[in-house]
């Protein structure tokens, strides 16, 4: 993605709030935005719900939804990871993995691949919208995340077995020739809590983790659907 594509992306995130948000100011009712964990990346640990984003980017529009908690909206945010998988996922970071392993013949991943992405199935990260659009109290933040960080090796060495094809490390200075527009992401170690999600709404993931749905083998036996 360019850079030019991205600041229109989140210019335009932000012309949608303020059109949404100012049309509920005042009513009282609810207001859900959609952020990402990845935002969380930059904090060295676990993040939380009550951690901030790094400024700037997608944490803009997210800010923007929760500010409209001052102004009488029941505003909140659920932070969606970086991979939300299932047989409905149609062009999202599990099928692009799959896809530049398949092109390249090899499963990459960044230096020793200790590094942690979170995932979530497609059904219950809907759950959790549902669940925040009933009950989320006003200017608050959710993590739509089952598994809390899976170590980027492990998703390469399953996707690996699946294809028949070697998981090797990938060298920093040929990650964009490998991954494409994921180099810039697939080095961040981003583990997300979702304890107060639990907690307080009361979410449970009841759908198959990352590596239980790779292993139901629709990723590798079923071509991703074209969009209409």
């Known amino acids: ?14 012309a949608v709030v303020d059109a949404l948000g100012g049309t509920l100011a005042g009513t009282g009712k609810p207001l859900v935005g959609t952020s990402g964990t990845l935002t969380l990346a930059h904090l ?25 908690a001052e102004r009488g909206v029941r505003s909140s945010v659920v932070r969606v990871p970086p991979i939300t998988h299932s047989w409905l996922d149609r062009h ?15 499963a990459g991943y960044p230096a020793d691949g200790s590094n942690r992405w979170p995932a979530g199935h497609t059904l219950d990260v809907g759950h959790l919208y549902r669940l925040a659009l009933e009950d989320a109290p006003t200017g608050t933040r959710w993590h739509a995340v089952g598994d809390e960080g899976i170590p980027m090796r492990e998703i390469a060495q399953s996707i690996g077995d699946h294809l028949g094809i070697p998981t090797a490390s990938i060298p920093a200075d040929q990650l964009d020739a490998h991954f494409g527009f994921l180099a810039m992401l697939i ?5 997300t809590s979702s304890l107060a999600t639990r ?30």
């Open 1 to 14: 993605m360019r850079s030019g594509d991205y600041a229109a992306a989140i210019a335009a995130d932000l």
């Open 187 to 191: 080095g961040r170690d981003n583990p």
């Open 92 to 106: 999202g970071f599990a099928r692009s993995l799959i896809a530049i392993a398949k092109q390249t013949g090899v």
């Open 44 to 68: 060295g640990r676990p993040g939380t719900e009550e951690d901030a984003g790094a400024p700037g980017g997608r944490t803009d529009a997210e800010n923007a939804v929760i500010g409209f």
């Open 199 to 228: 907690r307080i709404l009361g979410w449970e993931p009841t759908h198959p983790g990352l590596i239980a749905d790779f292993d139901n083998g629709d990723y590798f036996t079923t071509p991703a659907p074209r969009s209409q």
